[in-house]
């Protein structure tokens, strides 16, 4: 397994957010690294700097269904698994993330940081295990 096999990719513009979720990723921790839309976070998936991938898909420019395609239409790339925390809730929204490969469809009104950070360890564990 690779030195970077457990660090967390999270793709998400909200600034809020992505700054409750690294303070929480650093107090369990989890090592990770933050992208604040998906050129940028597609730029680091391919530097090979992550394990596992938190991808919002309102995203500024590209949005995190066409980040979710490129990632799995690389062979490469498409062994990481990807963990989608989203406003989107509707049923075709969580289907659609889910059939174009996302491991878990999480949505951020219905989960607590510390649901995000189980799941994330639950992947990982699975991963390497």
Do not use: H
């Amino acid at each position: 397994m690779d030195q970077d096999s457990k660090k967390v990719l999270l793709i998400e513009d909200d600034e809020f957010l992505s700054q409750l979720l690294a303070n929480k990723f650093k107090k369990v921790g989890l090592d990770f690294d933050v992208a604040p839309d998906a050129e940028k976070g597609l730029a680091k998936v391919r530097a090979g700097t992550c394990g596992l991938i938190v991808l919002d898909i309102i995203l500024p420019g590209m949005d995190g269904y066409e980040a979710l395609r490129q990632i799995k239409a690389d062979r490469e790339l498409a062994k990481i698994p990807v963990l989608i925390l989203s406003n989107l809730g509707q049923q075709e929204e969580i289907k659609l993330g889910l059939s174009l490969g996302a491991e878990t469809y999480l949505v951020k009104a219905q989960v607590s940081l510390d649901e995000i950070v189980g799941e994330i360890n639950r992947i990982l564990a699975r991963k390497s295990g």
